[in-house]
């Protein structure tokens, strides 16, 4: 399969090494683009991306909007929380409306994992995942692995560990399928209840320990621990994750000379990370936030029908 062909983007579990490598090879010239002082090419001129988000977000939605128009897209946004979904509207009601006014690509996220799996198959529009529940977040595990390889150079080997509410990450399963296609060796670490109990069968080393999971690791990925998806006691408490899990500066010297950290955002500073390591030059967050911009840029530009050779600048 060849990414440009791809109706949809819905998970990185079905997407092939070779799509991964043509988004993080087309993401190089975005990111030159969005870096410039006149940004806007007109290569999706006439084309529309629609942005509909159930569950709130800064940085994905924004960035999808702002991806857009960099390429001179048009890029309308339904507001949710303003809808007609407030007045009891279906999921497919909603869908099949704006589908009936024309976008070519809707990017959707959902607090249910599966919806847009559901929308894109009713859908004559292409669908993007920016977030399905607990199941996948491609977006986010395409500009995380993005920002390793620029960080690294490679992506091949690297011994990455995600820490935190691995149970609940959609950022977690997507780079757990991405990076695994790469042969990095991975690892999670977190409490076992925050574990998924059959994550080994996905390739992955699981520690309780942070010490014991983070030695050694070129790349630290640090998850939000995600409140509004607890519905029982799954840690005693805040204080004690924090005393157990909270990833600090004295963590990197058990870490490779060069380990880089990632956090998806947003952070809860003092939680699972603490801000001295937030701020720290060995933390790319930022950076992160940035290339999402590009990656984005690349997967419209590929999906809506660029080819790898021309990107109209
Ligand atoms: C993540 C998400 O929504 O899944 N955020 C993001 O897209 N940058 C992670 C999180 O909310 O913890």
Redesign the pocket.
Known sequence: MRFDRRKDLLGLRDVEREEIEAVLETAVPMKDIITRDMKKVPTLKGKSIITVFY?N?T??RTSFDLAGRYLSADTPNLTVSTSSVQKGESLKDTIKTIEMMGPDVLVM?HSLSGAPHYVARNTSMRVINA?DGINE?PT?ALLDMYSILERKGRLEGLKVVIVGDILH???ARSNIFGLSKFGCELRVVGPSTLIPSDIEKLGVKAYANLEAGIRGADVINV??I?KERQHGALFPSIDEYRELYMVKPEHLALAADDAIVLH???MNRGIEISTELAESSRCVVNEQVTNGVAVRMAILYLMLGGGRDEIAC
Do not use: A, N, Y
Request: aromatic residues 0%; glycine residues 12%.
């Open positions: 569950e977000s940085r994905t996220r977030g977040h986010q990450s959609r950022v998850l939000r995600q998806p955002g947003p």
